[in-house]
Structures are given as structure tokens and as C-alpha cells.
């Protein structure tokens, strides 16, 4: 069974532009998470899709913003590049129900 | 504050000696799971604890929670340079129902001299 796929794995972009990283979730599951882990900071929790919709939020500005596909794939999206948002992020998936969160390997984002 | 502390933040140990990692939570814990990752990758699910005196195995690794203390100590016995890595506790704090989102720990590194 395949599991969670992120890509690309590295991007490297100048400030105030664009990112967009993409996720895709296990075969079956429906929710989808993304995380920051920043150097210092740990990991945070960014976004939380399911079934299409935004779930819950953590405490970031609206520039980092996501959506969910049909096929439960999802992109996250960040706005107006800052140095700061340099950070691996890491795509989890899970089944609805369950609380167990299978991440992928990650995307590496460099702000210069 | 940090809502889940880990401790030790580094630990180095010998191969074949035996180690213990803890994470502590400041909120009453509803799940708590445990992750290994290498620099830089992703992180490996080990195991979910949900209820409390709840222990469990998988090789030689070993997790209990202690829900009273809102803990979690995570045991590792004849370590190998294959246990090398970063440890993160992740807690459901949320309550009741489908998680939305964990909070992680800061993490513990080991490193296991051969």
C-alpha cells in the first residue's frame, strides 16, 4: 500500500512569492493535515481538510490558505513569501474516524 | 509554555544499553502517539496510546501512558544504531470524537554509538 506522497520535495522561492505544495493521501483516507516544522519551533499544526472542507486552523495568517480535491489530494498554498515560512512541511493523512496520522516525507521550503 | 514537554530534549547511549524518553502534557491527554524521523524526513508512526495504564510493544520499543500524570514514557531496550533518530510525542488534547489536530513536543535526539 502505497503511502503519503508529497511534492516537490524541495522549492526554493524569493520573498513575496508564491508556493504551492501538493499532498497526496493513503488510498481510503479522507483527511488530510499539514504541518509546519520550522527550525526552533517543532511541529505545528497548519491545516485540517476533509471530505473537500477546512476542518480546523492553527495559528497562522490567511496567506497560507489549501484546498482538498475529490480525490482527497490537497494542496497548500502560501501567500506573499516570507524568510520566516523557510520550513519542511509535512502532509499527514487519517481515516475520518480514526486518530492515527500517517505523514509523508515532506517538502522542504527555502526562502530566500 | 510548551504544551507537551519532552525529556530528555538529546540523550546519546551505547548500543546494546537501554533508554527512556518522556513526554509530559500540560492538558488532559485523549491520545498520544509516537513518532521517530530521520533529519530532515518524514515522520514514522510507532504506536497510539489512548486509554489510561494503556501499554504497548513493537519490537523493542515499548510505550505506556499514564493518564493521571497526563504521560507518556517511551522505552527502548537494547538500543540499536537503527533506533538513532528524533522522538516526538503528539497529543490529542481536543477531547471527544475524530481528532482535528495533534500537538507535538519539541522532540528528543538519540544517537546510539556503536
Known amino acids: 500500500e502505497a503511502g503519503v506522497t508529497q511534492s516537490p520535495t524541495h522549492l526554493i522561492k524569493t520573498r513575496g512569492q508564491q508556493a504551492t505544495l501538493r499532498c497526496s493521501p493513503i488510498?481510503?483516507?479522507?483527511?488530510v493535515y499539514w504541518y509546519q516544522q520550522a527550525l526552533g519551533l517543532g511541529l505545528q499544526f497548519l491545516l485540517w481538510?476533509?471530505?473537500?472542507?477546512?476542518?480546523n486552523r492553527g495559528n497562522f495568517p490567511p496567506r497560507f490558505s489549501g484546498r482538498q480535491f475529490p480525490n482527497y489530494s490537497s494542496e497548500l498554498n502560501v501567500n506573499a513569501l516570507e524568510l520566516e515560512d523557510s520550513a519542511l512541511y509535512l502532509c499527514?493523512?487519517?481515516?475520518?474516524?480514526?486518530?492515527?496520522?500517517?505523514f509523508g516525507p515532506g517538502t522542504r521550503l527555502t526562502v530566500l | 509554555s510548551q504544551e507537551l514537554e519532552q525529556s530528555p530534549q538529546s540523550l546519546i547511549v551505547q548500543e546494546g544499553k537501554n533508554l527512556t524518553i518522556n513526554c509530559t502534557s500540560s492538558k488532559t491527554l485523549y491520545g498520544l502517539y509516537w513518532y521517530k524521523q530521520k533529519y530532515g524526513e518524514g515522520l514514522i508512526f510507532l504506536m497510539m496510546l489512548q486509554k489510561g495504564g494503556e501499554e504497548k510493544s513493537h519490537e523493542k520499543i515499548t510505550a505506556k501512558l499514564d493518564e493521571k500524570k497526563q504521560q507518556s514514557s517511551l522505552h527502548i531496550t537494547a538500543s540499536q544504531p537503527s533506533h538513532a533518530g528524533i522522538y516526538l510525542c503528539g497529543a490529542d488534547t481536543s477531547g471527544g470524537g475524530a481528532t482535528n489536530k495533534l500537538i507535538f513536543g519539541t522532540g528528543t535526539l538519540l544517537a546510539v554509538q556503536p
Open positions: 499527514a493523512s487519517s481515516l475520518w474516524s480514526n486518530n492515527e496520522q500517517f
Open positions: 481538510y476533509d471530505e473537500g472542507e477546512e476542518r
Open positions: 488510498s481510503g483516507h479522507t483527511s
